[in-house]
């Protein structure tokens, strides 16, 4: 639920991932420093990942408690490759919650090795990508070790972020994803729902509101109203479908003409259809505007165009905050403030 929800901008230690950084690892043919599972010394090179930022990330989320964790990421990562007999590789980007390595499959698949210290997340996940696998629109899971909090996945190619390829063509090729993963019908008494999805990232985000640099733009009256409107909105559902759940510009990547857009990190959870395309036309801030691009993308995706509008102003508030954690553009806060109202 919009890029940023779960990436609050608390700063954390730096140095717990010092450890993976490495000047004299060797190399692949395509460049990237690899660790094989009998080199003396675990060392991975961060490849332009920040990984101060990282330590932020995990530390905001789980508490301090993930500095001790990240300290034995670099043995729990070895220890993996040696199970499973696979090459590891240099940190990639990682999320909120998670800590991601490139890694070689012993085929030669290419492959990314998901670490995360919520080990039910990580179970949670491998279930829905098995679920979506039918749709082939997620990356195939490989293994994964439950009590190691521990996935690996295919590594998509060429992989470039939706948010980075040509917009022309985008709102065609996010339809032609949401008809595919929409088109996955729900296990029976899947436990997960939109409400719940909403009402957890309302009360989480929602003591952001504490802080001075938040509450100047984002007051009490502006988040019950817009709770309010959610609320209007989960009641009012008429044909749910089993979502992705958190299908921003940076959960798809390019999966190249064979494939199309692929989906990565699903919340997956049953809901309003239009919710899987809010984050995308919230995105739409500070470029064409969101009412040009909730439009376009409604057309596209066969959605209807007042309820995905109706939620724009839901997610908007959540989109501000993310914005103002990252220092986004003045002009972008401005127009999503002006959904709010």
Known sequence: MAAHLDRKGDHAPAGALACLTSTDSPRVSDGHRILRCDAPVFA????????????????????????????????????LAAQW????????????????????????????LKLSPDRE?????????????ASGRVPVVLAADADAGAMVL???RPGTLAEDMPRSSLPEQWGELLAALHAVPPP?????????RCEEAFARIGRRLAEPVIGGRIDQRTWQRAIQRCEKLLGTQGNPVLLHGDLHLGNVLDGGPGRGLIAIDPKACVGDPCFDAVDYVLAGAGEEGVAARCHRVAVACGLDEGRLSAWSRVIAPMSVIAHLTYGGPEAVIDELLALTR
């Open 188 to 196: 029976a008494g899947w436990p997960r729902d939109l409400r719940g």
């Open 85 to 112: 007999g696979m090459v590891l590789g240099e940190l990639f980007g990682s999320g909120a919650s998670s800590v991601v390595l490139r890694c070689v499959w012993p085929d030669g698949t290419p492959a990314v």
């Open 44 to 79: 991975i090179e961060p490849s332009g990942v920040n990984t101060d930022d990282i330590n932020a990330r995990l530390v905001s989320r789980f508490g301090v408690e993930a500095e001790a964790w990240l300290t034995d990421v670099p043995t729990l990562a070895a220890r």
């Open 154 to 156: 295919e590594e998509i």
């Open 121 to 133: 997340l990580v179970t949670a996940q491998v279930e829905m990508h098995r679920i979506f696998a």
